[in-house]
């Protein structure tokens, strides 16, 4: 079955870019839309945005100036970079899938990658 | 951004009580809510999607339902392996947002 595995580094100093690409094995990222959600210690999910496999993206306002999402279908993987990241970033990040975005009764996540947590401390 | 708030954020019952767990939106956002489960250490799960549509292979002791404004997901029946956070999320509108959490513990 179609599984998702974040990896990255755990460890990011405050002003620098958090770099983490998420691996889609057992199918292909054809005709869905991968996201990346985080969820700071104790506290709830936060979406960051999406990718089509086509590379067209949509993220999260709170977070747009500094995210960069992009794909690579030969690999079957796409990539989270987060720039100029400070303690408030420290989260676990999830990769996650969305069946769709047009249509509301598609935007739900059913299929998460076990997280990883990442950490921002100097 | 609509905001999703759940309530209680925890809740300790007993095995094979029913559970009833809240979730309202800041905007309406007719039945676009899906329910995730998270387990420690695990990732979210779905549950229910559509208010109360029923993931394949979730138990049917779960069940959403709800629209507009005001949802509610119930555990007719509290198992031991039901300990877990349980969150919901609005689908009507980007950014998608999810509430809190409500953790459910066994008593």
């Known amino acids: 079955q179609v599984q998702l595995q974040e990896s990255g580094p755990g460890l990011v100093k405050p002003s620098e870019t958090l770099s983490l690409t998420c691996t889609v094995s057992?199918?292909?990222?054809?005709?869905?839309?991968w996201s990346w959600i985080r969820q700071p210690p104790g506290k709830g999910l936060e979406w960051i945005g999406y990718?089509?496999?086509?590379?067209?993206?949509n993220y999260n306002p709170s977070l747009k100036s500094r995210v960069t999402i992009s794909v690579d279908t030969s690999k079957n993987q796409f990539s989270l970079k987060l720039s100029s990241v400070t303690a408030a970033d420290t989260a676990v990040y999830y990769c996650?899938?969305?069946?769709?975005?047009?249509?509301?009764?598609?935007?739900?996540?059913?299929?998460w990658g076990r997280g990883t947590l990442v950490t921002v401390s100097s | 951004d609509i905001q999703m708030t759940q309530s209680p954020s925890s809740v300790s019952a007993s095995v094979g009580d029913r559970v009833t767990i809240t979730c309202r939106a800041s905007?309406?956002?007719?039945?676009?809510l899906a329910w995730y489960q998270q387990k420690p250490g695990k990732a979210p799960k779905l549950l229910i999607f559509?208010?109360?549509s029923l993931q394949s292979g979730v138990p049917s002791r779960f069940s959403g339902s709800g629209s507009g404004t005001d949802f509610t997901l119930t555990i007719s029946s509290l198992q031991p392996e039901d300990v877990a956070t349980y969150s919901c999320?609005?689908?009507?509108?980007?950014?998608?947002?999810f509430g809190g959490g409500t953790k459910v513990e066994i008593k």
């Open positions: 057992g199918g292909s990222l054809t005709n869905y839309y």
């Open positions: 999320q609005q689908a009507n509108s980007f950014p998608i947002t």
């Open positions: 996650a899938r969305l069946p769709g975005a047009f249509l509301a009764a598609e935007r739900y996540f059913d299929l």
């Open positions: 559509a208010a109360s």
């Open positions: 990718i089509y496999y086509s590379g067209s993206t």
């Open positions: 905007h309406g956002i007719r039945s676009w």
